[in-house]
């Protein structure tokens, strides 16, 4: 079946590092999406690629929709803490009938 | 957050004893899902349904039952809970009309099978 792989699985950075996830699918995916779950809460929608070599901002933070559309990319710049919690990249499967999300990136700031 | 509520919040039950958790929408959207998070596994999807009495199971359904009577309530019941079972269980929606648009999430109940 579909897996979508996210590296790493753990990133420790200092307040102010910059931070990058890595998502990959084994298959083509029509989109991909981002969340964001903070500790001890609930996945919150942060965004969705659609098209090819897509880029997308929100302030700190850039999204990347691979040329082939089997891998994406979220990069933090100058964390803060605010941007501490898990981030899951999430796609259609091959029939497009539902979401595989990826293992997800844990992201701890050290002050 | 798109009107997601779950009941109960917290649960510890013991082996072998039925559980049903509670999702609930107030906006009548038609997708409803079903996923539990456990660490180093991400978000797997259990059961989804796409209208009243339509249902259908995800990655990860053994041992899991669903159903939808109404629009707005989407149940998971647990016939015999197991400690395998002990998981962060969430449900999400999707408001659009396609199953893998955007989805919303509930709070989550926390799940342990003692």
């Known amino acids: 079946g579909q897996q979508v792989m996210q590296i790493p699985q753990y990133q420790h950075v200092q307040e102010g590092e910059d931070f990058t996830t890595y998502c990959n699918s084994s298959?083509?995916?029509?989109?991909i999406q981002w969340y964001k779950q903070r500790p001890g809460g609930h996945p919150v929608f942060l965004i969705q690629?659609?098209?090819?070599?897509e880029v997308k901002k929100q302030k700190r933070l850039t999204f990347q929709f691979g040329e082939a559309k089997k891998n994406s990319s979220l990069h933090i710049t100058a964390t803060q803490t605010t941007d501490v919690g898990t981030y899951f990249c999430?796609?259609?499967?091959?029939?497009?009938?539902?979401?595989?999300f990826g293992t997800g990136t844990r992201l701890t700031i050290i002050p | 957050d798109a009107g997601i509520t779950q009941s109960p919040r917290h649960k510890v039950t013991e082996t072998g004893t039925p559980v049903t958790l509670r999702c609930h929408q107030t906006?009548?959207?038609?997708?409803m899902y079903w996923y539990r998070q456990d660490p180093g596994h991400g978000l797997r999807l259990i059961h989804y349904?796409?209208?009243?009495?339509?249902?259908d199971k995800g990655e990860v359904s053994d041992g899991y039952s669903v159903s939808r009577s109404k629009t707005e309530d989407f149940l998971l019941t647990l016939e015999s809970a197991t400690s395998s079972q002990t998981s962060v269980y969430f449900c999400?929606?999707?408001?659009?009309?396609?199953?893998?648009?955007?989805?919303?999430f509930g709070p989550g109940t926390r799940l342990t099978v003692l």
């Open positions: 999400a929606i999707s408001t659009s009309g396609a199953s893998t648009d955007t989805q919303y």
């Open positions: 298959t083509t995916l029509s989109n």
């Open positions: 690629l659609v098209k090819s070599g």
């Open positions: 999430a796609g259609p499967n091959f029939g497009n009938e539902k979401l595989t």
């Open positions: 906006e009548n959207h038609r997708y």
């Open positions: 349904s796409y209208g009243v009495k339509d249902t």
